[in-house]
């Protein structure tokens, strides 16, 4: 390429455009099935326990990720959780600010082994803390369509 | 016996879904691209705006080839010979295909053909459809002519020559 030839105004760079015309539809499998279902329907949070290891998993899965043990019980693991660690977003997806900042977290719900990455709400982005007691706000029964929005957001609980 | 059968799943039909007997989330990602053309490529989608097809020569082993590029891959050599070539060209290899890029089934096949075009060096390839023509008909030899798009429909892609059509 010649000196002449370079191109010297960005106006000039050409570029193809295109859209990757992709989309999925994910099942949640028999376990998820299960536990969606009880949001949906119950506005109840299930876990899976597993015999051997005596821990109960929330989100639920068929088996004990420790001891490869079939999970047959599924308790009931109540609304409440705790901040196992947190973020305060103060940009939304698209990269401009967001005014006010939200605030996400992984939920640990008490008695139970993993958590929910959730929305914190009903909160002072400033007061947020790890360890800090929160519960689950669950949309009126019409709304919820099985899926982890059902929960709308998790907020302080009251002690 | 077979292995497969004896592994129980849990069968889900589309109407399961639709009906919401098995819960599924849904999500379209919103996956845009752009691609840089670089200057050869560039050029090309220029000129096919102006009606010409454009291909480049190399100064060492003088091939001329299509789609343009900036250096030739066979000797390494940067290339600055612009050369226009003809919309017209000999089919060199094609396709007959029932199936649309998603796999849904057509009626009416459609003709993916490799054709060399008049001016281009013996053996360079110019990707594109052959229409007009009946698919039982196509044979590798075939003298083919672009049919062009229309001067204001042309927006600079290689759609811009809506097919070659037989001579």
Same mark, same amino acid.
């Given at each position: 390429m010649s000196l002449l030839e370079r191109?010297?105004?960005?106006? %000039?760079?050409r570029s193809w455009e295109g859209e990757f015309p992709v989309q999925y539809l994910y099942t949640f499998g028999v376990a998820g099935e299960r536990f969606f279902r009880q949001i949906k329907e119950n506005a109840k949070i299930l876990g899976a326990r597993c015999p051997q290891c005596q821990i109960t998993f929330v989100p639920p899965s068929l088996y004990c990720e420790r001891c490869f043990e079939r999970t047959e019980d599924w308790v009931e693991v109540g609304h409440k959780g705790e901040v196992y660690t947190f973020t305060v977003c103060y940009r939304g997806m698209d990269g401009l600010p967001k005014n006010p900042p939200s605030v996400l977290a992984l939920v640990k719900m008490l008695g139970a082994e993993g958590g929910f990455v959730h929305r914190i709400g #009903?909160?002072?982005? %400033? #007061?947020i803390k790890i360890g800090m007691k929160v519960e689950a706000v669950f949309k009126p029964q019409a709304q919820r369509k099985g899926s982890i929005l059902d929960i709308q957001y998790f907020r302080p609980a009251e002690k | 016996m077979d292995k497969s059968v004896q592994l129980k799943g849990t069968a889900i039909r589309e109407s399961d879904i639709k009906e919401g007997k098995v819960l599924s989330t849904q999500w379209v990602p919103k996956a845009q691209y752009a691609w840089d053309t670089g200057v050869a490529i560039g050029r090309f989608l220029e000129e096919l705006k102006g009606g010409k097809i454009i291909g480049m020569k190399c100064a060492r082993c003088r091939r001329i080839m299509i789609p343009p590029r900036m250096f030739c891959e066979l000797c390494y050599q940067p290339c600055r010979e612009w050369v226009y070539l003809q919309d017209w060209g000999t089919v060199r290899s094609f396709c007959v295909s029932h199936l649309r890029w998603d796999a849904s089934r057509m009626k009416d096949p459609f003709l993916p053909s490799v054709i060399e075009l008049e001016g281009s060096t013996k053996g360079m390839g110019f990707f594109h459809l052959t229409g007009e023509i009946d698919p039982k008909d196509m044979k590798i030899g075939l003298k083919v002519k672009a049919v062009w798009k229309d001067a204001r429909e042309r927006?600079?892609?290689?759609?811009?020559?809506r097919y070659f059509k037989p001579v």
């Open positions: 191109i010297s105004k960005n106006i %000039q760079l #009903e909160i002072d982005p %400033q #007061e | 927006t600079g892609a290689i759609t811009d020559i």
